[in-house]
T-cell receptor, first 113, second 115 residues
């Protein structure tokens, strides 16, 4: 299996621009998670889906952030408008069941100038 | 809710020395437990997991972890560290039987290996 695939690996954008991060989970996994990692706050869970339905979005920092999962093989995390404090590494992970092992993608390093 | 504590932010060991990374959890019953490793610029990689049964769990890269219910701990060990083990290590806990599906991660322990 190819594992969890994220794109792009690196994104540099200017403040105010829209940013879209993409994720393809492992085939057959019905849970998908979006995390953000920073030096200050560590690894934070932003939102997760089960069978394409958002279960908990309490970690989404504000309305500028939105996530969708239109089908079982694709999810997006969108930031609009982006701000410098959004600079971080964003990870997507998937798992085969509740509380099962999660498998992470390589991450997207976002820099907002 | 579950929580995880990794008391050591940073540990330094010499190559060839033994290693133990500490992890304590808070949960009312026996949880699912995981250790992950993150190398610079990489995602988190699963090292090992504990669901039930034998409390000593073997993982990849020569790592093992022991679940101790009485101490609410799940410490990671390796008898002889290699320079390539330098990375950040995360402990995580999940709730068996929960439909919520999320894991709770510790803040991580950064491992430095001296040659």
């Amino acid at each position: 299996d190819a594992g969890v695939i994220q794109s792009p690996r690196h994104e540099v954008t200017e403040m105010g621009q829209e940013v879209t991060l993409r994720c393809k989970p492992i085939s057959g996994h019905d849970y998908l998670f979006w995390y953000r990692q920073t030096m200050m706050r560590g690894l934070e869970l932003l939102i997760y889906f089960n069978n394409n339905v958002p279960i908990d979005d309490s970690g989404m920092p504000e309305d500028r952030f939105s996530a969708k999962m239109p089908n079982a093989s694709f999810s997006t995390l969108k930031i609009q408008p982006s701000e410098p404090r959004d600079s971080a590494v964003y990870f997507c992970a998937s798992s085969s069941g509740p509380s099962a092992a999660q498998y992470f993608g390589a991450g997207t390093r976002l820099s907002v100038l | 809710a579950q929580s995880v504590t990794q008391p050591d932010i940073h540990i330094t060991v010499s190559e060839g020395a033994s290693l133990e990374l500490r992890c304590n959890y808070s949960y009312g019953a026996t949880p699912y437990l995981f250790w992950y490793v993150q190398s610079p610029g990489q995602g988190l990689q699963l090292l090992l997991k504990y669901f039930s049964g034998d409390t000593l769990v073997q993982g990849i890269k020569g790592f093992e972890a022991e679940f101790k219910r009485s101490q609410s701990s799940f410490n990671l060990r390796k008898p002889s560290v290699h320079w390539s083990d330098a990375a950040e290590y995360f402990c995580a806990v999940g709730a068996p039987g929960s439909t919520l599906g999320r894991l709770y991660f510790g803040r991580g322990t950064q491992l430095t290996v001296w040659p």
